[in-house]
């Protein structure tokens, strides 16, 4: 996982205001494209791993969750603090943008 996407710069620059969702989600789907995780926004999270998974399946589901919380985080870091609040809570990155 990169720790820095030098083009987050453009979030941070066009924080979500509210009014201008259409130019901040085209930024953010800039943002995550470029780190091959805008998937994040529309497929569901991996079903619940069996007990007996194997590491393919473990992988894949921990692949998932990273991430998901890296989405997460470039969508509420570049959020209003009103909007950050209304979404802290929300786990994954599908329905944070779902709700919008």
Same mark, same amino acid.
């Given at each position: +996982?990169? @720790?820095? =996407? /030098?083009?987050? $710069?453009?979030?941070?620059?066009?924080?979500?205001?509210? /009014?201008?969702?259409? &130019?901040?989600?085209? =930024?953010?789907?800039? #943002?995550?494209? @470029?780190?091959? #995780?805008?998937?994040?926004?529309?497929?569901? /999270? /991996?079903?619940?791993?069996?007990?007996?998974?194997?590491?393919?399946?473990? !992988?894949?589901? !921990?692949?998932?969750? &990273?991430?998901?919380?890296?989405?997460?985080?470039?969508?509420?870091?570049? +959020?209003? =603090?009103?909007?950050?609040?209304?979404?802290?809570?929300? $786990?994954?990155?599908? &329905? #944070?943008?779902?709700?919008?």
């Amino acid at each position: +996982m990169t @720790s820095w =996407n /030098p083009l987050s $710069v453009i979030l941070d620059q066009n924080k979500l205001t509210g /009014p201008n969702y259409s &130019d901040w989600l085209r =930024n953010l789907k800039i #943002i995550l494209a @470029s780190e091959k #995780i805008a998937y994040t926004l529309h497929k569901a /999270p /991996p079903k619940e791993v069996p007990v007996k998974a194997t590491s393919n399946e473990l !992988e894949k589901l !921990e692949n998932w969750l &990273d991430h998901n919380l890296q989405a997460r985080c470039y969508m509420l870091a570049s +959020m209003s =603090n009103e909007l950050q609040r209304r979404f802290e809570e929300t $786990v994954d990155a599908k &329905d #944070i943008h779902k709700h919008l």
